[in-house]
Nanobody, 123 residues
Framework: QVHLVESGGGLVQAGGSLRLSCVVS????????MGWFRQAPGKDREFVGA????????AYGDSVKGRFTIARDNAKNTVYLQMNSLKPEDTAVYYC????????????????WGQGTQVTVSS
């Protein structure tokens, strides 16, 4: 069974930066696509970004375009979410998730999830 483990969340002031990491226990056909989602209290899980292990570019949600960047280290089975210019509305639990190709932006299309990491942005 494949496991995803996120880390790197915390408390940051508005305008600051954080980098989240997601380590996948095994890269298989079922984890070809790695996605990031977030969920704020009382809200649906929102697409943040996604790409495959061979992606040249990544897809991003409209609310984070230009501020968040996904990177990967294939040798370490790790995907990163670099979050810059953070806003209070970015406060949420952030999850990484995995699925087979193709890339999707809907949470229910992902079958493997990490435990989540809390990001809190203070104003």
């Amino acid at each position: 069974q494949v496991h995803l483990v996120e880390s790197g969340g915390g408390l940051v002031q508005a305008g600051g930066s954080l980098r989240l990491s997601c380590v996948v226990s095994a890269r298989t056909a079922g984890t070809n696509v790695m996605g990031w989602f977030r969920q704020a209290p009382g809200k649906d899980r929102e697409f943040v970004g996604a790409g495959s292990w061979s992606s040249i570019s990544f897809a991003y949600g409209d609310s984070v375009k230009g501020r968040f960047t996904i990177a990967r280290d294939n040798a370490k089975n790790t995907v990163y979410l670099q979050m810059n210019s953070l806003k209070p509305e970015d406060t949420a639990v952030y999850y990484c998730a995995a699925r087979p190709l193709p890339i999707r932006t809907i949470a229910s299309d992902y079958g493997v999830w990490g435990q989540g990491t809390q990001v809190t942005v203070s104003s």
